[in-house]
């Protein structure tokens, strides 16, 4: 049989959806996931989710049907997720490690895009000295110029990178030098 319109979906939206909603919130209990859960049964209506779409009964019968196995499915999926974080809670210091982690994937991120917008040899001696952790005369002798170059090209680089960075990555870089 075929799918439902768009029109014919409207209609049901317009007739249903506040109803739905109300529907949803009371099983969920949080207003945004009740809209979600509704949004997300005309969806399935659209996409073709109904066969009978000229019986009104079955049309409204799908939709709250949708609707609480979507909600029984979140509650059912939140209560797990519970029971495993009272089971396996995160210590203090893993919580603390993993936000470090995260942040330090992002700054990293920020920083091989900047080093993308370098011109081409400048990152490549960049990315050489500093994130391989390659010795000058290392990068003069794999690039075949002259170590002079290679310490222009460091200092171009970070000149460049010192406009193109927030802060955070412009310590990291800071700290990768260090080393």
């Known amino acids: 049989m075929d799918k439902m319109t768009?029109?014919?979906?409207?209609?049901?939206?317009n007739l249903?959806?506040?109803?739905?909603?109300?529907?949803?919130?009371?099983?969920?209990?949080?207003?945004?996931?009740?809209?979600?859960l509704a949004q997300d049964a005309f969806v399935v209506l659209l996409n073709g989710g109904l066969q009978l779409k000229n019986d009104p009964?079955?049309?409204?019968?799908?939709?709250y049907s949708t609707v609480k196995y979507a909600a029984l499915n979140r509650i059912r999926h939140q209560q797990i997720a519970r029971r495993?974080?009272?089971?396996?809670?995160?210590?203090e210091a893993e919580e603390a490690r993993a936000l470090q982690a995260m942040l330090q994937a992002e700054v990293l991120g920020e920083l091989h895009a900047a080093l993308e917008s370098l011109p081409a040899g400048c990152a490549r001696i960049c990315r050489m000295g500093y994130l391989e952790g390659m010795k000058n005369a290392e990068i003069a002798d794999v690039l075949e110029i002259s170590i002079n170059t290679v310490k222009t090209q460091k200092q171009r680089a970070l000149m460049l990178l010192r406009d193109r960075l927030s802060p955070q990555a412009l310590s990291v870089l800071l700290c990768l030098l260090l080393k």
């Open 16 to 36: 249903y959806y506040t109803r739905l909603c109300a529907f949803a919130f009371r099983l969920v209990n949080c207003r945004e996931t009740a809209r979600d």
């Open 6 to 13: 768009p029109d014919e979906v409207k209609h049901w939206f």
């Open 84 to 91: 495993v974080h009272e089971q396996h809670p995160l210590e």
């Open 57 to 63: 009964n079955s049309v409204k019968s799908f939709l």
